[in-house]
């Protein structure tokens, strides 16, 4: 199994930043895509950013310029810099990472999902 850690949200004003991070453990032979998703109240879940092994990334539109997706291979573990935040970027977080186990399973695993309020 792979359990996926967030942390970093909370709240913050229009304009400002925060690092997410969401560290990855367990059986782990290898990691394919990570990244993040997002949950906005009365809103499906989008996709926010990916990252590929090799480095290759992928940005929703409403956040391209502003939100920076990174990985360190070594830890297994993905970051989300969002910057220039507005309140629309009100969500719940949500990491993810396309693992491959030592037991030859490959599934998709999901965090619990952290908070980013952007209010006055």
């Known amino acids: 199994q792979v359990q996926l850690v967030e942390s970093g949200g909370g709240w913050v004003q229009p304009g400002g930043s925060l690092r997410l991070s969401c560290a990855a453990s367990?059986?782990?032979?290898?990691?394919?895509?990570m990244g993040w998703y997002r949950h906005a109240p009365g809103k499906e879940r989008g996709l926010v950013a990916t990252?590929?092994?090799?480095?290759?990334?992928n940005y929703a539109d409403s956040v391209m310029g502003r939100f920076t997706v990174s990985r360190d291979n070594t830890k297994n573990t993905v970051y989300l810099q969002v910057n220039s935040l507005k309140p629309e970027d009100t969500a719940v977080y949500y990491c993810?990472?396309?693992?491959?186990?030592?037991?030859?399973?490959?599934?998709?695993?999901w965090g619990q999902g952290t908070l980013v309020t952007v209010s006055e």
């Open positions: 993810y990472a396309d693992s491959e186990l030592y037991s030859g399973v490959q599934a998709e695993y």
């Open positions: 367990g059986s782990i032979f290898s990691i394919n895509a």
């Open positions: 990252i590929t092994s090799g480095g290759s990334t």
